[in-house]
């Protein structure tokens, strides 16, 4: 195994809030995963939406893990518009490694703009990919 690169996730960190967030009974709505000393790691949880919101800027990228109603899970990831090239080449490199183990969600979608963090935006973004709702 010798060559293999080292993960830039914190895989047991981001495991401890996957299994936490999708437990049958939680007292979290979502996650969401930023750098810290070069690894993803938790940067914060919450059941409220407004604070969910609140995470993202315009300066960072993130990996957000949402929970809709009826076990349904959104990964976002979030590249600020002002985030530095390496944080968004990172966050290309990490991606894939933290998929892996957020690994049960319906829809997957990258933006950075803060009005796509909108929970009715986001749960017509999920019915239309589940063909649930007509394409204008």
């Known amino acids: 195994m010798g060559n293999l690169a080292p993960s830039p996730v914190d895989t ?10 999708t437990a049958f009974e939680t007292d979290i709505n979502w996650a969401v995963f930023k750098f810290d000393n070069g690894k993803i790691k ?18 960072e990228v993130a990996i957000a893990y949402y929970r809709l ?3 349904v899970y ?13 944080d968004k080449i990172a966050l290309t490199t990490a991606t894939p490694f933290v ?9 997957q979608f990258m933006t950075s703009k803060i009005a796509d963090v909108d929970l009715d935006h986001i749960t017509e973004l999920v019915a239309k990919a589940k063909g649930l709702v007509k394409l204008h």
């Open 42 to 59: 938790t940067s914060a949880t919450g059941k409220d939406f407004k604070t969910f919101v609140a995470q993202f800027s315009d300066e």
């Open 99 to 107: 998929v892996t183990i957020l690994n049960t969600f319906s829809f």
């Open 12 to 21: 047991a960190d981001v495991q401890k809030t996957y299994d936490r967030l």
């Open 74 to 86: 959104v990964l976002m990831v979030w590249v600020g518009l002002k985030s530095s090239t390496g």
């Open 69 to 71: 109603e009826f076990g």
